[in-house]
């Protein structure tokens, strides 16, 4: 299926690129008006952008119905402050019934009954369940379309950081394992980062991965070998020798695993691949 974006609504093009482009972080705002008055709202266009200076960007769209703007890009506006709480699967309900519109000046804190912690340098609050805030300057806000769905796009600049105990290790570090996240799907769709959804891979960043291109042909082009397992192959420095290899077959299990023909082989470096034994299914793979 190929879609010409013209030929399609903002609506229709939106239900794609939500349930394409997921899962998305979550951020919480928190913003007051130039009369002190506080909102509180979650937007899933979101994520981090910058390390030096740190910024993180969230885009509220402009109303589906009537174009209008939201209370936290009008409040941005008034006063360049947010504080950007993360949520966890223990406040997720109470995040959602935030994106109620209600009227100018209601207090979602009350509404959803989330704690108001007063920030240090900023005027909005933050949200005193959240395992993670941001306080936040925001730098500048771009406005991308002047439509209905239209993004306005928020950089703000991190000024200061929350983190409750519970989430922190000994040596003042964030331990993501304990945060409990949630991220946002398409519909009414959410993903929860619980610990049998997380996987391990090998970051290719302190070495120079051979690539898929530096494997055998005889690898490269398995039946039985996956992008994914090739992908993990391709990220070793280097392949083992010739002496690496004959030691390795003297292995009685290696022998008997030899004798089983290629395809008996590469499942079973397949397994080890799974793993994580990844140069020992290398060391498996490589005799022809």
Known sequence: MTLDVSQLSPREIYGFLAGAVAPRPICFAATVDAQGRVNLSPYSFFNVVSGDPPMLAFAPLLSGRDGSAKDTLNNVREVPEVVINIVNHAIVEQMSLTSTAYPPGVNEFEKAALTQVPSDLVK???????????ECIVEQVLALGDGPMAGNLILARVVRIHVHDVHATAAGELDPSQLDLVGRM??????????AALFEIPKPVRGLGIGIDGLPAHIRNSTILTGNNLGRLGNVERLPTEEEIAAFQQRPDIKTALRGGREARHRLAQTYLERGETETALLLLLPR
Do not use: L, M, Q, T
């Open 186 to 195: 398409g519909g009414n769709d959410y993903i929860r980062a619980i610990p």
């Open 124 to 134: 909005p609050p933050r949200v005193g369940e959240a395992p993670v805030a941001f």
